[in-house]
């Protein structure tokens, strides 16, 4: 979905600070929201890209403003009182943060999974990433929206975050590793020998149109004009 969270490519946030020798957790309580998710994930309570879709729900101000982990904490507090695995009473006074509905709704049956489908593209293929806005959970980042890349590898098949989230089932499909210019996408600003790789779904992507020959130029037939005569006197 479009929002906050997809904030690939937009500017005025402040530098990126390298931190060194950064450690994994920087707090213990980092470490077991770590373990909660996984926890929660394996007990059935939820699917990896609810949670990640829970995370993109959360209000502008509040997910702007929150840490990594803090943002991981009020994600699955609030997904799972969605799903009635707990209540607000279950928080000892502590208010959950209530998540942006979902749009749409997810549906409450998937319909039947398709077959599992042969590539569509190969390495060295030339593809278009389509152009669309979903309302929805997607792993399509806003910056590579009809950008042109190049498949170098077929990931293999993985289930559609996309309609997984939305109720549509899971809709195996082929991820691909797509390689873009620094300038595809950034623009002349960039770098020239610069790329980045993408793993994108087989539904995100298009393939490219061949080029265009170049226009040969007109030819056009010089008029000739009678010559102009003196008369001698």
Known sequence: MNGVHDMGGMQDFGPVSREIDEPVFHEPWEGRVMALSRACQRAGFYKLDEMRHAVERLPPALYLGSSYYARWTMAITGLLIEKGVLSAADLDGIAPVALLPMNPPPHSAPPAQAPRRRARFSP??????????????????????????????????????????????????????????????????ATARGFVHLDLWEDYLKPQPPARPAAKPRRTKARTQPAKTRSRR
Do not use: C, M
């Open 124 to 189: 060295g293929d030339r593809v278009v990433v389509r152009n669309f806005h979903p309302t929805g959970h997607t792993r399509v980042p806003r910056y590579a929206r009809g950008k042109r890349g190049v498949i170098v590898l077929d990931e293999g098949v993985h289930h559609l975050p996309d309609s997984r989230v939305a109720g549509d089932g899971e809709q195996p499909q082929h991820v691909y590793a797509v390689r873009f210019d620094a300038r595809e996408l950034w623009g002349e600003a």
